[in-house]
């Protein structure tokens, strides 16, 4: 698999991952995706878990202009490209990183 670095991507998807490194440990619901790139709008909302005694505040990467993509975050925006335009409900973050993704799908 190739690497994917932070520079290459979009602005939306850039953005969406600095928020995720923010948060470092919560929740983001409610992301609208039209042609695979995530729109944050006053309507999604963040959730920050605040672990007492434990880490706080964003991740150290948070500021860097540039670095390889985990895996988590690839596999996460391989799945926005692929659903097109929809809408994510839910990523869970731990970390920093995207650990869980609930996306809404229309039948019709």
């Not at 994917?4 to 850039?14: E, F």
């Amino acid at each position: 698999m190739a690497q994917v670095n932070k520079a290459t991507l979009t602005p939306p998807k850039r953005r969406l991952i600095e928020l995720m490194q923010d948060i470092n440990f919560g929740r983001i619901t409610n992301i609208p995706v039209h042609d695979g790139e995530p729109e944050l709008t006053p309507d999604t909302v963040i959730e920050r878990e605040i672990k007492l005694g434990g880490q706080i505040g964003p991740r150290p990467e948070r500021d860097q202009d540039d670095f390889t993509l985990k895996q988590e975050v690839v596999t996460l925006l391989e799945q926005l490209s692929q659903m097109g335009s929809g809408k994510v409900c839910l990523i869970e973050i731990k970390h920093g990183l995207p650990f869980l993704m609930r996306i809404e799908e229309r039948a019709a």
